[in-house]
């Protein structure tokens, strides 16, 4: 019996026979999606430079006498992403009990479950132009929007929590006499407290992030500030914002891991 | 010989007459993170200078548009299947190009591959940079970049993907098991070759189930690409939104929602198969 002479892994796609099959859907694939891409090559062309145009354009960044603006924009987009959280919070507990296979009935079960399921679907930003719509420009459309959202996610979690609780301590609490309410304050809400908590403060980090671009159709926050820097082709100042945000959301994901260790 | 138990009279408890589940001090501490709360609360709300008188009449609207928005236009369906396949087709393409970036990337952010500090903080500085600004804001760039079109779109779902990605990856090659490196090492294997015989291995089923999963996220995201002119179904959905053709714009919701919740399926179910 012969051996071959150097050694090879062993593919993981299979056979070579796989793996050309399979080198060639992907190529079939990248030709037809990039092909309707509908790229414009000259302009493509014209980018490189043109990126290059706006990075020295950004560099350095540079806020000048528009620092109430940034300012505003900030404050606006934190207070809707605290705001949002809370809101967001005090709809979810109602929600999340109907939404829950082994407290609520069936159809305000199907109810909460469907509401829950268009929350899940829609982008923020796709929630936000509704909202805009209703409720005219400004933070108004986009803190309900942030708690919409935040309402369908939290009450999403909370459900789960709630459907896999122990039944030992519902029952105890349904012996000694209780009301609904009370069963879900003592037997319920210590048994998924602390996971929601921590639940509450990750979507307060998600919030943040989002409250700063659902400002770009309108719905308020620093997003309004940076979209229209950009329309004015006011690129240093762009720059400064984008650094704004980035360090904002970075603060926002340390001091929810920060605080999410606390909890534990 | 066996003690009796102590006498209750003996030892007399001191136990409140009503049960309470937490302490004085416990209550106090939770009564001041109540407080505190409440007062981000009422802040963040107050300080929004909310024109309440639009508030009022939201009820009315909202049974307006929905009025309007009934029957579905069905007949706008063969105009958007288009626009939809290049939705789905920006997530994808825009996913794999973030999974060709984000492998170097992840080895550059790993603290047991990368080569020394400065690498280490140029990984970790490009994870924390595509990973804090938003992939409508990444499309708001490169839209300025390259104009209005689907390309922006890839560029943005790509550029935002990779911090996601490649943060995962580096957190899994950070924890490989180190037995395979030394086993390749003990060969006379080089470094790209330990990368790719050793690590890779082990780090391949987070690469594929964090890919697949960003590629549903990223689905959801392109949706909306189109607000910012970064190509895909959110253009015709602003359209239709800015013409008051409520119809259309339901038919565009129905079908947005059923390529997310298609794609967020298929994602679950792959990674099922996987793990």
Known sequence: MTYPSDWRAPSMLGSPGRRMALLAVLAAYLVWAIGSLEIDWDRMVRGLPRALDIFSRMMPPDVGDRWPLLWRGMIESIQMAIGSTLIGMALAIPLGLAASRNLAPRPIYLFARGL??????FHEVLIAIFFVKLFGFGPVAGLITLA???ATFLGKMLAEDIENIQPGPVEAIRSTGASFLQIVAHAVAPQVIVKTLGVLIYRLDANLRHSTVVGIVGAGGIGATLSSSFSRYDYDFAAAILLTIAALVAFGEWFSDWARRQIR | ???????????????PEVWQRHTPIQKLIHWLWLVGTAIAAVWAVSSLDIEWSFLADAHEQAADIATRMW????SYFPEIIQPLIQTVHIATLGTMAAVALALPVAFLAARNTTANSLTWAIGRGILVASRSINTVIWGLLFVAIFG?????????????SVGFIAKLIAETIEEVDGGQIEAARATGAGTLQIWWVAILPQALPVLIGTSIYRWDINVRESSVLGFVGAGGIGLYLYASINSF??????MILIAIGVIVLASEALSAWVRGKIT
Do not use: C, K
Not at chain 2, 3 to 12: D, L, N
Not at chain 2, 71 to 74: A, G, I, K
């Open chain 2, 245 to 250: 053709a409520w119809q259309q714009v339901l």
């Open chain 2, 148 to 160: 209005p079109g689907a390309v922006a779109g890839v560029f943005a779902v790509a550029a935002r």
């Open chain 1, 148 to 150: 919409f959202a935040s």
């Open chain 1, 116 to 121: 829950i399921v268009v929350g899940r679907t």
């Open chain 2, 1 to 15: 010989m066996i003690r009796s138990e102590p006498q209750s009279e003996y030892y007399a408890p001191r136990h």
């Open chain 2, 71 to 74: 029957p579905p236009r069905w």
